[in-house]
Structure formats: C-alpha cells, structure tokens
C-alpha cells in the first residue's frame, strides 16, 4: 500500500503497465484462469524455492550471515523481474527485504510462499479493477 501511495503522489501508474496487457490479452484468449495460477501458484513457488530456499540459505551459512543473505537474495530475486521500470525494481526488491526478513525471523520457506502469492493475488487483482 506504501507503494501505491508513493506512485500516487509521484503521479505514476499503480501497476505496470505490461501487467494491463498481459491479463487483457489472457482474458481475450480465455487463458485468465491459468495466468492467475501461473502469478499466484507457480512463480511464488518456484521464485521462493530459489531465491529464499536456496540462495538464501546457502549464504546465511556463508561469511555474510543472515543480514548479508537477505539483502543479496533480494538483489537477485529483483533480478527476475527485469520486466518494470526502475521504481517497480525499488517495490520488488524492498518486498524481497520484508520476505527475506520474515524468512529469517520464522525459518520457514513456506510463510514467504504464501505471502509471494498472496501478494500476487491482490496485484494481479488490483491490476484487473484498474485496468477494466
């Protein structure tokens, strides 16, 4: 909500603007069901295993500690989603701090599954009141 306040205020769009078309052109070609499961099942999933599971853990064994891992976990997991502009990269990667964080405090790779889709769900939603 801090982001969608802050684009607000800047006079910027609320979501990405390939995001508008991506669900548009599933929509038309009646494949919706399946993108909705494919933002909000299969990327957490698979972007959680990896960036949270594996990244993370591997190096919050290593000489950068938790504190080290969340952050380089979080650049690289912002790395996946080259597809926005430079402020969305600020919104990927400060939610990647929070799920990195969260992974830490509970140890558990799940929370941040769930919370990734979670998260997914109310843009991909958000996304489809907004753009009609």
Known sequence: MG????SRATGREVEPGFMGDVLKSASADG????LVIAFCVAAPISEEFFARGFLYRGWSESF???????VLSSVVWTGLHLQYDWFFLG???SIGLL???LRYRSNSIWLTIVLHGLNNLAATLQTMWLAG
């Open 3 to 6: 982001w969608d306040l802050l």
């Open 31 to 34: 494949a919706l069901w399946l």
């Open 64 to 70: 950068l500690g938790p504190a080290g891992a969340v």
């Open 91 to 93: 919104e990927v990667f």
């Open 99 to 101: 799920f990195g964080y």
